[in-house]
DNA sequence: GTCTATAGGCAGATAGAC
DNA sequence: GTCTATCTGCCTATAGAC
């Protein structure tokens, strides 16, 4: 076996190793929240140590990073696919919320929205990788509001910005007091009302 | 002076204290999470050690529970002088988003959205208590709504209880995400766009 | 890549003196 | 009511062997 393909290999068993850690820390940051859970606790579940985790993250503030990017990419992925696939702006809109939907599920919620209650605490670069989730989110948000308005499948008042910046709060907050409650029947039916609000 | 007048001034001395101690940890709370402040923050504020507040709040559940009460029974208040002054339902729901407003000013946003954030973290009587409050505050927000049905001066779709959950959550959001941004007026809009969606 | 061993710090909490 | 002293446990992180 060759020196190339050897190397290939261990590259993909770390990235394997790696990529675990992230969902494990990823589930974990949603459930519980970047300062409640700690290296012990991955370590535990991915039946390795903590001096291990630290081989593949220097630290907990280079995870969260880690986590916030992957999180964003996968997300702009999604608005990607939905982009691609649904050219009317309300069924994009319903898509857009399904997302979110299906985050409660599991009793998570947004990863940036649990962030964004804990921002003081964190190291800048999370700070800074939240506010760029929540401002691609926006832009994502005003372009459809954008197309809606010129092709008058959706009506509101005000700018797109603010509307969008008003929807993704407005999910936001459905997620943050849906899950206590443990009724995503809530967070659809404020959701619902959302969309209901924007129909010309 | 009587034994009664200076027991009297030592409970007034420790109520003073107990205050004290509320004062700052809701503080705490407000701008970093339940989890993410120590007994020793408080006590180095406040002058004095951990061990002597532990006599004031049994343990940091204790003290956790104690600051939901106060936090509800102040809100409370709040919304009872909101009935007390202001007859009209719009109006009311304008005060009320006002208030949420005002928190978010010194960079806190509402205790009971952060705890809501780290909700799996809680002990159950926290848990209970977040839960408490915010029915509390739906309740009042559905009364409102009725109110403002009949006499025409709001109008909306659904029921009462459906939309004021749906006031609760989206005024959650928007705190939730305009703290990062520093930036109250990023509340504001949410808000104001939330209350033209009730105009008749 | 993963381990053992360990450092150094901070957490919540308690006993007992004053 | 507040103190000193102390405990136990958990946390992040590192050194160095395999």
Request: proline content about 4%; aromatic content about 8%; overall charge positive.
């Amino acid at each position: 076996m060759s020196r190339l393909v050897m190397a290939l290999q261990r590259a993909k068993r770390e990235n394997r190793t790696s990529e675990r850690i992230l969902d494990i820390a990823e589930r974990l940051v949603q459930t519980r929240g970047f300062n409640n859970f700690s290296y012990a606790d991955i370590a535990k579940e991915l039946g390795i140590t903590t001096a291990s985790l630290h081989y593949h993250f220097r630290g907990k503030a280079e995870l969260g990073q880690a986590l916030i990017t992957r999180y964003a990419e996968r997300f702009g992925d999604a608005l990607d696919r939905i982009d691609a696939e649904i050219p009317d702006p309300r069924a994009k809109l319903e898509a857009y919320a399904g997302l979110y939907g299906g985050v409660l599920e599991g009793k998570r919620m947004c990863m940036c929205g649990v962030l964004a209650a804990e921002y003081q605490t964190l190291p800048g670069p999370m700070r800074r990788a939240v506010i760029g989730f929540f401002d691609e989110n926006q832009r994502w948000l005003a372009g459809v509001l954008k197309q809606g308005r010129t092709d008058k499948t959706l009506a509101y008042t005000g700018s797109p910005d603010e509307v969008a910046q008003s929807i993704l709060s407005t999910l936001e907050g459905a997620m943050l007091v849906a899950r206590p409650y443990g009724d995503l029947a809530r967070f659809n039916s404020t959701a619902d009302q959302l969309l209901a609000g924007l129909t010309p």
